[in-house]
């Protein structure tokens, strides 16, 4: 499977973030109101309540964003991804499991990100080795750049959001438009090349205001369901940079993998 494929060569991180994004669907054509003007009417009052309802959720999304957390996240192939990440400091400490395909860990001390990979996946990686790389020097595009590998993109996809609607206390629903997702890497655009990439989401906000679950619905372009969930907002994140005998410089045949 493609995409299965494209998280062992380092696409992996995106997953990450959450493999989803935020895009612009065209607005509906305005309803003749008549003589009654009634069609307008509802129509003014539903645009108001999705205005309400994304304000609501978006500011959920910037305070989780403001802060540090603890995540957890499943994703397609069977992918599952736990650690906790601290947005103004800028750090972050994630692993990936891929199941029969490896593990990648990922550790981010301000622009210096280290990556590792276990199983199989290993071999084809430095051996297993913590990999070091700038990540302020990677090309916006790569899978391996400040932009892409930021675990809070899950939420700051959001931002985009449209069709958002209230379901319920804290609950809310809309659609997403996953080719303009800020984890999208080239890789991944080819592979969504030709495929509606317009998938429906649902998130949470908690009794604290942070935003707390998201979940995408990739089930469209064969990828089944996407979610993130938040714990422990404003616990203290601390990241270890791995051991100098550990640790290699990323080689160029793993940046090249991955779009480096």
């Not at 994004?21 to 009052?45: E, F, L």
């Not at 199983?119 to 430095?126: D, M, R, T, V």
């Not at 996407?226 to 080689?251: F, I, R």
């Amino acid at each position: 499977m493609k995409m299965r494929r494209l998280a062992v060569t380092g696409v992996a991180v995106m997953a990450l973030a959450g493999m989803g994004a935020c895009g612009d669907k065209k607005p509906a054509p305005a309803t003749d109101a008549g003589a009654t003007g009634a069609p307008a009417a509802a129509t003014t009052a539903a645009a108001a309540g999705s205005s309400e309802a994304k304000s609501e959720l978006l500011a959920g999304v910037t305070k989780l964003t403001s802060s540090s957390a603890k995540i957890h996240m499943t994703s397609f192939g069977g992918i599952v991804g736990d650690g906790a990440f601290d947005g103004p400091k800028k750090l972050v400490d994630m692993k990936l499991d891929m199941g029969s395909l490896g593990s990648v860990s990922m550790r981010q001390l301000g622009t210096d990100l280290y990556m590792r990979y276990g199983g199989p996946a290993a071999k084809n990686f430095a051996n297993g080795k913590w990999m070091h790389i700038d990540a302020s020097k990677m090309p916006a595009g790569s899978a391996l750049s400040m932009e892409k590998n930021d675990p809070r993109n899950s939420a700051k996809m959001l931002e985009s959001a449209t069709e958002v609607k209230a379901a319920g206390k804290g609950k809310y629903s809309g659609t997403l438009d996953i080719a303009k997702s800020p984890s999208a890497t080239p890789q991944l655009l080819k592979l969504l090349d030709g495929k509606d990439t317009q998938v429906p989401f649902t998130a949470e906000i908690n009794s604290d205001g942070y935003l707390s679950k998201m979940s995408v619905d990739l089930s469209g372009i064969g990828a089944g369901e996407s979610v993130a969930t938040y714990a422990d907002m404003g616990t203290p994140v601390t990241v270890t940079k791995p051991p100098a005998q550990q640790t290699v410089e990323m080689p160029k045949s793993a940046l090249q993998a991955m779009g480096g």
